[in-house]
Structure formats: structure tokens, C-alpha cells
DNA sequence: TTGAAAACCACGAATTCCCATGGTATCCAC
DNA sequence: GTGGATACCATGGGAATTCGTGGTTTTCAA
């Protein structure tokens, strides 16, 4: 089953690169961590590999398992397999939430991300997403229609898209 | 099978946040919470990513399932995959009733949508939404026809499209 | 041995849980 | 139909946890 990230939310980032997880982030990674020992702390997956972004995203086990899994089924034939490999397998750590709740940010993964002191956290579904403050909201205002100059077009097109996937099987 | 939320009322909303639910959509909830524990406390999603409104929209889990299931199915290249996910996901909560009926409105939806003391909740079918009890009016006020300068012809335009997509099957 | 990373401890604030109350609608017996 | 009992509903307050955060100590490798 995948996961559910929802919400946002913005937490310190002190000199050490800890940083707590947002609790309701914490629940789902445990309950995605086969390996997690009852009540202990679960591990996961930060893929830093996307390199038009600025921002980490962040794997429950289970979601880790699963891309492993699809990458086993491509033949090694398939150029796109070692790119995937690559992106999702070399450029990624596997982390563990330490004793109070928070991960250790590599620095590595702070440069990155450019993170000055806070990090935001985005739920997307399956996976949640780790920026610095000033990114994510230049991305959140690429992202609003509300200060679009075609606001109301985009927002059509959104709703036609979500229709358009959507099941709609009546009962 | 949609949900069936109908009708508008208003509860007050305490300092720590707390606003009853009113019961006919407390129990539309667990109906649709599959995982509501027999008698128990259904979840449901508050949407808050609607820019241009003043409210919250709410999902019973089936609903928000249904949409979490639509992006899953669209295409990772479509843009409008991640717009869908920052309005639908990241900008959402998952809440879960308490054991008196109530929710607990975090600070910042609170802020969101101006609250004051008191809460309107509007059933909208398969959502119902929460309004700050000024905005609620306003908006009743522009949706309203009786006072349009063109109510007549609205009036007429709403029942023209209500029958163009009415399903003339007779049970 | 000395710097960095990991483990350990500690605390205020916010949130959750639990119990209590008054009011209203519903039901049932007489 | 009338009185009383019963269930459900909306709301309030305080206690108990949890959460986010900051230090301090220990461990380990260079």
C-alpha cells in the first residue's frame, strides 16, 4: 500500500544538520519499515538525484523496495535502466530516525538543498520532499494560480486533468 | 459511492481549536473511513490548498483515496501531476474525530480562513466545506440570485445546465 | 589525541486524552 | 397524550503525553 504524506511544515536545522521529522511523517515511515522494531525508530530513503530541483525526496522502506523491484525487471538492455540506477540507487543514502525523532542531514545534502537554519517539509503521497525555506517558496509560487497572470486557465486545466484520471465508475 | 453531505450549520470553535462536527457528517464519515474501527473515530482530509476561497474542503478517506488515485495514474511528464499534488496533498491534512465528535483545527487553517469563534460547515455532496461565518455569508451572498440584477436569466441558465446533465434514468 | 559523529539527557510548549455538563430530541409505558 | 426516562448532541476544563528543540557526554576513527 502507499504511503499517505500529507501537509507541510517547517523545522530548525541546528549546526549538527539535525532536523525533526514531522510526527505524522515519523508514524508512516515506521509503518512502511518492515525492519522497524515495534515502537523504535524507522529508517528510510533520501534520493538526492533530482538535479533540476533543489530539494531531497524522501523514500519510506517500502517505497525504496518497490523502485528497487522495477528496476530489476528492466533488461539490462535498456539505456534508461543504468540512468535510473544512477539517480535512484547511487545518488540516495539510507538514513535512520534517531532516538527523538529527528535525522541527521549530511552536509553534503545541506549544500545541496542551500539550507540556512530551517527545512520544509512537503508531503507528495507515496514520498514527502525537504527544501530550504527560500526555494520552496519560490517553487510554491510556480506552483499557485492564484497570482497567475492565467490563473483561471491553469485552474481549468487542473480540474480537467483530475477528471480526466479520475475513476469514475458509479454505483 | 459518493458521499451524500447536505445541509449548512454553525459550531463554535474554542481556543484549543476544537469545533463539533455536525453528526449527520460525522457519520457520513465513518461510512467512508474503511479503516474506522466499528463505532469508532473515522479520519477524513481537510484540503486547504484553495487559493482563491476563504475555506477548507473535506474529504472522506474514500474521496481522498479516489484522488490520491488519480495522480498516481497520471503521467509523471504532465505538469500538472505536481501542481495536483501541492494543492491535493502537500497542502492537506489528514484529521481524525474525537472521541466527543469534534475536530481540532490546527492554528494555521484556523488563520487560513479568518476564524472568529465560530465555524459554518456546508454540505457539498461528496465534500462539505468550513467557513469563517463572514466569508460564509459574502460568498452566499454571490451565489445567491434573488438579488442579482440578472436573477431571472441566471435562474434560467442554472436550470438549463442542471437538465442538460441530469441522467433521465427513472429507478 | 583530537575532531567529528553518535548517543544520551532535559525541558517548555503545544497537543491529545479523559472526564464532566447542560440541553434537546426521542422513545416508551401508563 | 403526558410524564419520565433515555439516548445523543454540543461544549467546557484539566491532566497527561507528545513534540520540537537545545545541551552535554560518549564513542570512534584518523
Redesign the interface.
Known amino acids: 500500500m502507499?504511503g499517505?504524506?500529507?501537509?507541510?511544515s517547517i523545522h530548525k536545522v541546528d549546526p549538527k544538520g539535525r532536523v525533526s521529522i514531522p510526527a505524522?511523517f515519523r508514524h508512516e515511515l515506521m509503518r512502511a519499515d518492515p525492519n522497524c522494531p515495534e515502537g523504535g525508530n524507522p529508517s528510510f530513503v533520501i534520493v538526492y538525484g533530482f538535479d533540476d530541483q533543489p530539494m531531497l525526496e524522501c523514500y519510506t522502506m517500502e517505497g525504496a523496495a518497490r523502485i528497487a523491484a522495477a528496476i530489476r525487471r528492466m533488461p539490462r538492455s535498456n539505456p534508461n535502466r543504468k540512468r535510473i540506477q544512477r539517480k535512484y540507487q547511487t545518488k540516495s543514502v539510507t538514513l535512520q530516525v534517531d532516538e527523538n525523532g529527528r535525522l541527521v542531514l549530511p552536509a553534503k545534502l545541506r549544500e545541496k538543498i542551500g539550507i540556512d537554519g530551517n527545512a520544509v517539509f512537503?508531503?507528495?503521497?507515496?514520498t514527502f520532499e525537504i527544501w530550504s525555506t527560500a526555494d520552496y517558496e519560490m517553487d510554491?509560487g510556480d506552483?499557485?494560480?492564484?497570482f497567475n497572470e492565467s490563473?483561471d486557465a491553469?485552474?481549468e486545466?487542473?480540474d480537467a486533468?483530475?477528471d480526466r484520471?479520475?475513476?469514475d465508475v458509479v454505483?
Chains 1, 2 share one sequence.
Open positions: 502507499p499517505d504524506f500529507r501537509g507541510e505524522p512537503a508531503g507528495m503521497g507515496d510554491d506552483m499557485a494560480t492564484e490563473g491553469l485552474n486545466s487542473m486533468d483530475l484520471y479520475t475513476d454505483f
